[in-house]
């Protein structure tokens, strides 16, 4: 299956709490990206796993994105109401012998690196709840890209381990959901962080199977403490600014740790202004191949 002519971008947040800079940093990135090329940026809400998912938090988020003057193109979609989809995925992974059923604890294998694969031949506790594994060492590999900032990528899937596809609640599984839903929702390019990068040989596997259009894949910096720690929900990064002022200082900042180099005066612009001139200067060559970046200092007010 071809991929699509025009660019198709998305932004998929889980909604397990508010967006923070780093998420601010991602959303923009492929929200520049799909606007520079005269395409279109939808979003998703990956709401598969309920339990880390607080009642209106998926709300919080999108009053978020439209605070910042990120617009998205089409519904949103929600992962919770595709569970067919990811199914029928399933279903077909299974006759390929590609997928299989597991009754193993982490608990049993936390002596090693990646899951040993003790059920690819055979459920080793039956009566146990079982979940379902990607079987790594079939289909196509080693798995090789190009991707567009950190450039060609190689990575065997074998060695990265079988990832779950759906869990032994029945809750579906980050890997093989985003596959179906990008493929849904025709996505040709997908942004997202550094973080991210090793999942991809788990995704252009699944996608090579399904038969499914592979994306090109741009991944960005990951925005860091002074520590070097990743801001993320987990280590309680503070939520994005709703303050008028606090916005644009923040908008600001984001461009700068994508490396655009805005001038110091867009700082104190609104956000329409800001992403105007964002879309007109975007360039991927711009991004510094490093893995991280420190939140960015602004510039003194009146400077």
Known sequence: MPLSTRYRGRFAPTPSGPLHFGSLVAALGSYLDARAAGGQWLVRIEDIDPPRCPEGAASTLLRQLETFGLEWDEA??????????YQQALDQLIQ????????????????FDIYPGWC?????????????????????RPIRWQDRLFGEQQFDPAELGDVVLKR?????????????DDAEQHITDVVRGLDL???????RQLQSALQLPQPRYLHLPLIVTTEGQKLSKQNLAPALAEDERGVRQQLFQALAALD?????????????TQLHWAIAHWSVARLNPTPHRLIPLLPPAGD
Not at 260 to 272: I, M, R, S, T
């Open 260 to 272: 655009q180099a805005p001038p110091k005066d867009l700082a104190f612009e609104p956000p329409a």
């Open 197 to 203: 990068l090793d999942n991809t040989p788990w995704q």
């Open 168 to 180: 032994k609640d029945g809750l579906w599984a980050y890997q093989l959901a985003v596959v179906v």
């Open 96 to 111: 390929l012998g590609l997928a299989y059923p597991c009754s193993c604890s982490r608990k049993q294998w936390q002596a």
């Open 120 to 140: 690819r031949e055979g459920v080793c506790e039956p009566d146990k709840p079982l979940a379902w594994r990607l079987r790594s060492d079939r289909g196509e």
């Open 76 to 85: 949103i979609m929600y992962q919770h109401t595709r569970g067919d989809a």
